[in-house]
């Protein structure tokens, strides 16, 4: 029986070592921490449950990516509620929210009533989501690497596919100056926000087809998802998937080499942290769900091992820089939250300042009943994009106390937030993903968007090395559960092609 072994229990991980083990390979998935999950686990405290990252699912609507996977390994999907609004937006200043409503004709009225004389924009980018959704759905490989990959793709395409190549080299900040709204600085400053959101970059810089995709998904027959329980249970149920189709999960194990010899893989080095042992393992396929970073520093020895599509840097500064996040998680009073607040909310504080780095913050909060409270309770969780770079220097746990208190001070604006409302707080820093994750340097959300790293552009699941395989958000589509699952299925397929 072939062997797979997966290196890191994130969603991308544990979605690629269910599909292999279903598909009969002996699988064996490694993570560093004591639960599986990564960025989309959970964590609880003094009977309050925080989801550590991410807080809203896409892809579980029939035909949607999960749902697809779920169905296919035979395992339940969890019940979950959808957002409605996916966000409610508040721009500085402004008391009344832009609210990204599910029904897509209430989100036609809305974005007319709120940016007049946009809607030739919107209109592109509601066609540009269509096609593209289509075209995802027909299971193309991007970026293509080799014959099959291209065999794939071409597979996948129609002639609708054609009509987003006069589109495929601009950014979103393009159509707006050539739809003559450059210049209108509400519209550009929602764009810049729920871009920063999902691609980590502004307008200027996102590449247009992922723009389309992440303004696109929170309509019908799409949407965004709030999961029962917390985020937890999606890990939970590729677990059972996993286990059902004979797969193992062992945690507290932590790859610390991937060791190759003349342009092939030999095997990798695992430290047990539960003994301190070292031990080496073999496989016929790895499949690393780890960063870019990560992958690089695995190596050994380190090696540019050029190739014909793409050589993977042997350095950070041969990267775009990805972002950090600061997150704050508030258990309160249900009394805190106000009446018919929407279960994400986005601000942004001071027009003049920089979008993330506690400027702006996303908010999610949990619903009455929906697992993630005591009975009267509620929790709150607010991130922001950061520069990873000064968490590394200076006073640490002077920075990251105020840092809160500010956060929190700006969240009492909307939240009535007191001492007595607040039963429990605590904050996440880059240093802290990185030490319950294992990301370098606590990078989160892959490389950004932009043109050069989005799609046929950026990164694939094919390594340089034959048998080494990357998942998660460094690949093609991106961040998000959805995103890190269909770059999973996609692997699972180039690996079985191979037989």
């Known amino acids: ?183 209108d600085r509400r519209l550009r400053t929602f764009l810049d926000l729920q871009l920063k959101l999902y691609s980590q970059v502004d307008a200027g810089e996102t590449a247009l087809l992922y723009a389309a995709t992440a303004l696109g998904v929170s309509q019908t027959p799409q949407g965004l998802f709030h999961l029962k329980g917390s985020m937890q249970v999606l890990s939970d149920r590729l677990l059972t998937g996993l286990k059902n189709h004979g797969g193992e999960l062992r945690c507290r194990q932590r790859v610390e080499a991937i060791h190759h010899q003349q342009g092939k893989i030999t095997g990798v080095t695992i430290r047990d942290l539960k003994t301190d042992q070292t031990y080496e393992q073999a496989a016929d396929e790895i499949i690393a769900n780890v960063t870019l970073q990560n992958l690089n520093q695995l190596l050994t020895p380190p090696s540019p091992h050029p190739t014909s599509y793409f050589p993977l840097p042997t350095s950070h500064s041969s990267l775009p820089n990805p972002s950090g996040a600061f997150v704050v998680y508030l258990g309160v009073d249900q009394a805190a939250i106000p009446a018919d607040c929407p279960p994400h909310l986005q601000f942004l504080y001071d027009p003049a300042g920089e979008i993330g780095e506690n400027n702006s913050l996303f908010v999610s909060v949990s619903q009455p009943g929906d697992g993630r409270a005591p009975a009267g309770c509620a929790t709150i969780i607010a991130s922001s994009f950061v520069n990873v770079d000064p968490w590394w220097e200076g006073d640490y746990p002077a920075q990251k106390q105020a840092w809160m208190a500010e956060a929190i001070a700006k969240l009492g604006q909307y939240f009535h937030l007191t001492p007595a409302t607040i039963h429990h707080s605590e904050a996440a820093t880059p240093r802290t993903f990185e030490r319950y994750t294992g990301r370098d340097r606590g990078y989160v959300g892959g490389l950004s968007q932009r043109l050069a790293t989005f799609g046929p552009f950026g990164f694939g699941s094919r390594t340089p090395f034959p048998h080494l395989w990357l998942v998660g958000d460094s690949i093609h589509p991106g961040e998000g559960t959805a995103g890190v699952s269909y770059g999973a299925y996609t692997a699972v397929q180039q690996i079985l092609a191979q037989g």
């Open 1 to 183: 029986m072939a062997q797979a072994l997966v290196i890191g229990a994130g969603i991308a991980g544990l979605t690629a070592g269910a599909l292999l083990a279903q598909a009969g390979y002996q699988t064996l998935i490694l993570e560093q921490a004591q639960i599986p999950g990564g960025c989309a686990s959970t964590f609880r405290r003094r009977g309050f449950t925080f989801d550590v990252g991410a807080t809203q699912v896409a892809g579980l609507e029939p035909g949607g990516i999960h749902h697809r996977i779920f169905n296919q390994l035979g395992i339940e999907l969890p019940a979950a509620t959808p957002c409605d609004p996916a966000c409610a937006v508040f721009l500085p200043g402004e008391t009344e929210p832009i609210q990204v409503w599910r029904d897509p004709q209430r989100w036609q009225e809305e974005r007319s009533r709120q940016f007049p004389g946009s809607e030739r924009f919107w209109q592109i980018m509601d066609q540009l989501f269509r096609i593209s959704w289509r075209f995802q759905q027909r299971d193309p490989v991007v970026p293509a690497r080799n014959l099959w990959d291209w065999g794939q793709l071409i597979r996948a395409m129609r002639p609708d596919t054609l009509l987003t190549l006069p589109f495929a080299l601009m950014t979103v900040g393009d159509l707006l100056n050539l739809l003559g709204l450059g210049g």
